[in-house]
């Protein structure tokens, strides 16, 4: 043991058991309890700590500054802790935000573990990978995720299997909610309560959720679940400690001893630095995890560090997204939160092949936002075929604000993105972050699959809007600016001819070195990933925590 176990922070430099790349739900998870366990523990995190003082959300000029200062895409923010993507291939834009707690500050607070057929794609549809465990191996993991979450929720979901109840009691669903659910029971579908990460009592150094419906550019309540407020607490309380501003550009490896060695890292004054480790976890998502890897090639390995597979950077995947938005007569008050889901629905999730496609989407019904969320939706105009250009200027614009404030209700749509090899990450030749280190660049298509999914959905989702009485229905398919979930580009699997890292998130390579987020994802259900990314995150470290001797004997 070292330093953490008195209680105390490693001091700067010294050799740490453990360095986490990465303060984000996974290397949030990891750092918590790692630290708890007795572990020295340092993170480095590119970005900083987050002031909530600055999110716009409870400011006038909430829905301006979102499309810019506060964009999910970083190539559209650019702030100095981003680093720039090159997208000129690729048919989704990735989001994501640098800081601790990663892309929890700006996320939507939807809490939807994935389902027992999404661990079992292989044996029950022919295609993709099966997860090497079971749904039923990760509820205990999820369960106590959802403690520390505080997840509101009601208990019961017939589309899951029975289990523990929700720390909190559910959010109201509202009048937005109730209008979606009145098509779905007309037409006899599915609905439940959403269900989310924002509890609706104190808790866990929480706020209840305030309802303001601001949810994804930070919440200046203190309510939305980010990993900030409810791990590091924790975390810096047993000895961990986080260095912020720091940009990761290699992990270094010893070649005789085939161990990595810790990180080298430029610090926030641009300064060369090494932090030493006895193992190294990669928590810096899907496309940030294999940009590292592959930024880190050498004499053993030179298509990328832990790459004898060939598979880091491979079968990208990014969740296409469509939404349907219906208008109504009543007044749905459609700018109350929370943003996360109102109710969700399963009704179309498992394969059907009838349909034209295989595995299936999940539903949330959200509220539409404030003036400009009538008009637009995460940065992208929702028109119809046929919509008239002309509705984005002068008095058509305000008269389509009139209709559409406070009477919308958008459903969204996650499908399922199978996993393709042709989907990948690469190093871009010539772009590079404001350190120089090269720039991720990617190449991805929306497969027909996902397209005919989206499509089927799409009509469906029409269906329930009019059954609930919509006067005017808006479609928007394959939004660009959706590139929340990044997932699936170093696999874990049980053939290291096949897979990046095993079930425990441990490299088939090189024995001291880890991934622990959603790039280790075989596949990525039809469902918004956090519950699963840091449920996974927590099996992995506790299976770590009571395997230590055998880890540090490797």
């Given at each position: 043991m070292t330093a953490a176990t008195n209680g105390t922070m490693p001091r700067h430099g010294e050799e740490v058991d453990v360095?986490?790349?990465?303060?984000?739900?996974?290397?949030?998870?990891?750092?918590?309890?790692?630290?708890g366990a007795g572990f020295s523990v340092v993170t480095l995190e590119q970005g900083d700590w987050p002031d909530a003082a600055e999110f716009p959300g409870d400011k006038p000029e909430f829905e301006l500054v979102a499309q810019k200062q506060w964009h999910p895409n970083p190539n559209v923010r650019d702030r100095e802790r981003d680093y720039p993507i090159n997208t000129d291939d690729s048919a989704i834009n990735p989001l994501m935000y640098a800081a601790v707690g990663g892309s929890t500050t700006l996320y939507a607070g939807h809490w939807t573990p994935f389902m027992p057929s999404d661990f079992r794609v292989r044996t029950l549809d022919?295609?993709?990978?099966?997860?090497?465990?079971?749904?039923?191996?990760?509820?205990?993991?999820?369960?106590?995720?959802?403690?520390?979450?505080?997840?509101?929720?009601?208990?019961?979901?017939?589309a899951y299997p029975l289990r523990r109840a929700f720390p909190t009691p559910p959010l109201p669903i509202g009048k937005c909610g109730m209008k979606a659910a009145e098509g779905m029971d007309k037409l006899g579908w599915h609905w439940w309560p959403g269900t989310n990460a924002m509890p609706s009592v104190p808790y866990n150094g929480l706020n209840p959720c305030a309802r303001r419906g601001t949810?994804?550019?930070?919440?200046?309540?203190?309510a939305k679940s980010t990993a900030?407020?409810?791990?590091?607490?924790?975390?810096?309380?047993?000895?961990?400690?986080?260095?912020?501003?720091?940009?990761?550009?290699?992990?270094?490896?010893?070649e005789v001893r085939n161990r990595v060695t810790g990180a080298t890292y430029i610090d926030r004054n641009g300064r060369e630095r090494h932090q030493k480790a006895r193992t190294v976890i990669l928590c810096g998502n899907g496309?940030?995890?294999?940009?590292l890897l592959l930024l880190s090639a050498c004499s053993a390995f030179p298509d990328g560090l832990a790459n004898s597979s060939g598979l880091v950077g491979k079968r990208l995947m990014m969740h296409p997204f469509s939404a349907v938005m219906g208008v109504f007569e009543e007044d749905l008050e459609s700018w109350r939160g929370p943003f996360g889901h109102l109710i969700e629905s399963n009704q179309f999730y498992e394969t059907d092949e009838k349909r034209g496609f295989l595995r299936g989407a999940k539903w949330g019904a959200m509220p539409a936002g404030g003036p400009l969320g009538a008009t637009s939706?995460?940065?992208?105009?929702?028109?119809?075929?046929?919509?008239?250009?002309?509705?984005?200027?002068?008095?058509?614009?305000?008269?389509?604000?009139?209709?559409?404030?406070?009477?919308?209700?958008?459903?969204?749509?996650?499908?399922?993105d199978l996993p393709e090899e042709s989907n990948h990450v690469m190093l871009d030749p010539d772009l590079t972050d404001s350190d120089g280190i090269p720039a991720p660049k990617?190449?991805?298509t929306v497969s027909e699959n996902s397209s005919n999914m989206l499509k089927f959905h799409v009509d469906r989702l029409l269906e329930a809007s009019l059954a609930a009485g919509a006067i005017e229905t808006v479609v928007v398919h394959q939004v660009p600016d959706t590139g929340w979930h990044l997932l699936g580009t170093a696999r874990m699997g049980d053939d290291p001819r096949t897979s990046v890292v095993d079930e425990w998130g441990r490299s088939h390579d090189v024995p001291n070195l880890f991934v622990f987020d959603a790039s280790s994802f075989p596949t990525s259900g039809g469902v918004n990933p956090t519950a699963t990314i840091m449920s996974v995150s927590h099996r992995q470290t506790m299976h770590m925590v009571s395997e230590r001797r055998n880890v540090e004997a490797a």
């Open positions: 360095c986490v790349i990465g303060a984000g739900p996974s290397g949030s998870v990891a750092a918590r309890y790692l630290a022919g295609v993709a990978d099966d997860w090497p465990f079971t749904y039923e191996d990760l509820l205990p993991n999820l369960e106590e995720m959802e403690r520390v979450v505080g997840v509101s929720g009601l208990p019961g979901n017939p949810c994804m550019t930070g919440c200046p309540e203190g900030n407020i409810t791990l590091w607490p924790h975390a810096l309380k047993d000895g961990a400690r986080i260095i912020v501003g720091a940009r990761v550009r290699e992990i270094t490896y010893d496309i940030g995890t294999p940009r939706f995460v940065g992208s105009k929702i028109f119809d075929e046929g919509g008239r250009v002309e509705d984005s200027w002068g008095t058509n614009l305000h008269d389509l604000v009139d209709r559409r404030f406070r009477h919308s209700m958008v459903w969204g749509i996650i499908g399922e990617l190449d991805y």
